[in-house]
């Protein structure tokens, strides 16, 4: 049986002409499975969990041509690929909901940093225990899925510097987040950044990878991935979907997996500050150059590119996703490898001679047609 899975979706709304748009208010007045953020530019949606690639391909896609369909009938606005301003904005915050609290506060702490479009991916994971030792290998491998869906190279008008802009400046919350060593050490951790106000409410936890459930802390049953830039070809997503799928697989059957094992004569603390320092090192690493990143390997220290870790990953993850039956699903993520992620393409085009403008309005029209085309070939087969 497979792993349970589902996304958390933020969009943002616009003109084809690249311009981003404050639409929220009315898309969640008026449309189902969409909720606003702090900023009205952007939106989000979920999808249900579910076991199998194909049915969450339909779910991926359906919600995103609902709102395109609503969006032409607002006027001439449409979805924007990317997941930062790429256009232009950043030095204004446009409230989705005034009177919010929790709002107010994003807005006065943060400003336009968390006005960013991405995609979390959640797997779900019953035993809390085997879910922290998830949380503590993909908190270490994090920096490859990043790399992997990377798409926010430019910012208010100008390339960054950066593939993606959105993990450089987004602010990760608190500012050290350790590998839960248990339930109860996440349950007591959380329990103090609450009493000292480092965090507001339990959600206000923004790192790579967090533990997730209806009560958090004390009732959990998925592990959410949060690092990943928004990726807008669902097949791309579900492949990193099937190498995270995978990888959770392979480290029920190894625990040995699990980073969180103590040398002689080191102490667990010891351990937790190199393991942290490291992937957040290897964090700012991929958000500069993403798959052309230099990482260390949390397993031996080796030196190594995002790209060459990922393809040793591949290898180690495949036998499991062929066990049981979605190693296909695998495929985009050599495609990626072959041909770039989205930052990388975005500025390739960007390189040769076309305006930024110019660019983002490619990537709507191909994000459009590409939906159009998965949603004619594949939901319509499955709802026959």
Known sequence: MLLPKGYEVEVYTGTPAGEIVGLSHKIVADLDRFVREPDSRNVEYTTAPLCSYERLLCDLVRPRQQLREYLHGLGDYTLIPGSSLST??????????????????????????????????NIGIDDPELLMRAGRLVRMEAPLFLALSAS????????????????????????WVPLFASHKHFIHWTE??????????VRHLWCSVRP??????????????????LLVDPLSLLGITA???????????????DPLVVPVGESQERVQEKLVALTRENEAAVAKDSLNAQLRHWQDGRVLSAKAWIEELLQQVRPFAKAKGFH???SPVN??????????????????????????????????????????????MMAA
């Open 192 to 201: 103090e950044q609450l009493a000292l106000g480092t965090m507001q409410n």
């Open 88 to 121: 232009g904005g950043s030095d204004r915050f446009y409230r989705s909901d005034p009177n919010h609290p929790y709002h107010n506060y994003i807005e006065q702490t943060y400003g336009t940093k968390v006005v960013t479009a991405s995609v979390h991916i």
């Open 152 to 175: 926010s190279p430019f910012l208010d008008g100008q390339a960054t510097g950066y593939h993606s802009t959105r993990w450089q400046v987004f602010p990760q919350t608190p500012d």
């Open 328 to 330: 296909c699903f695998l």
């Open 335 to 380: 495609k990626i490898l072959q041909d770039g992620n989205e930052a990388q393409q975005w500025l390739r085009l960007y390189e040769s001679g076309m305006s930024l403008q110019q660019v983002v309005q490619q990537k709507i029209q191909e994000m459009d047609q590409q939906e159009r085309d998965l949603e004619d070939a594949l939901c319509q």
């Open 243 to 257: 190498l995270l799928e995978a990888r959770l697989l392979q480290l029920m059957e190894d625990p040995s997996l």
């Open 212 to 229: 997730n459930g209806d009560r958090r802390p004390y009732n959990l049953n998925r592990l959410e991935l949060r690092i990943c830039d």
